[in-house]
């Protein structure tokens, strides 16, 4: 299977801090990646330089063979590459229909008035929202604005789509229904990154696994291969040396 995006030695530095450290990995068309690795060790770093949040400062990133890196995010977007945030961002002063339409207006291929209205009713009513289309997000629940933020990335009908521990902060029916509904995006063939921290939703979903920490990349593979790796043990546990 061909890659659809491929990510290039990219790295990112702050100063004397480097945050992301020369990583490359390319994404397979259809392909669900796990992004994981402890915290600070750089995953939602990488998502900014792929959507165009950030710039690297070196490397580059292509998305069907069009370089991303350096461009503006709005030009990434209008590429084909939609995220979601560790931290949800709404338009609070507008209703749920209204928030997904911006997705649909700012889309690959842009749709407007009842065409966008339409859509954003049918997303709205994906991700659980059926009915509710007329509601301030503002008063709306953590997981319905998170799913709010979901069907307007959605919007956009991406060729990727960059999750970022969408899942983080629900309680345990609210993580099924939010593990089913990636499920049911991986099943319709899109190509999704999942920075995740939830492990149960990393061995259920993900086709593979990149592993990062303190900026590197410290293993790439099989799902259950990249958690046995005493490496990637390590990063998470610690040594029991410097315990």
């Not at 997000?137 to 799913?147: F, L």
């Not at 099989?222 to 990637?232: I, K, R, S």
């Amino acid at each position: 299977m061909n890659a659809i995006l491929s990510v290039d030695h990219a790295r990112r530095t702050f100063g004397g801090l480097i945050a992301v450290n020369d990583v490359s990995f390319d994404v397979r068309e259809g392909e669900l990646l796990g992004l994981i690795g402890p915290n600070g060790s750089g995953k939602t770093t990488m998502l900014n330089l792929i959507s165009g949040a950030l710039k690297p400062t070196a490397g580059e990133i292509r998305l069907k063979g069009e370089r991303l890196s350096g461009r503006s995010a709005h030009h990434i977007a209008r590429q084909g590459v939609a995220r979601t945030f560790q931290l949800v961002r709404i338009l609070p002063s507008m209703t749920a229909e209204e928030n997904v339409m911006a997705g649909a207006v700012f889309a690959r291929n842009r749709l407007w008035g009842s065409d966008a209205r339409a859509l954003a009713r049918t997303l709205l009513a994906r991700v659980g929202l059926e009915g509710r289309a007329d509601m301030a997000v503002s008063a709306m629940t953590y997981i319905d604005q998170k799913r709010i933020e979901l069907a307007r990335a959605l919007a956009s009908d991406p060729r990727v789509l960059l999750l970022d521990e969408w899942l983080a902060g629900l309680n345990p029916t609210e993580l099924k229904i939010g593990i089913a509904l990636i499920d049911d995006l991986r099943r319709e063939g899109r190509t999704i990154i999942m920075v995740e921290h939830v492990m149960d939703a990393i061995r259920t979903l993900c086709d593979r696994c990149v592993v990062m920490n303190t900026g590197s990349k410290i293993a790439e593979g099989d799902v259950a291969e990249v958690l046995a790796d005493p490496q990637v043990v390590r990063a998470y546990l610690g040594d029991d040396e410097d315990a």
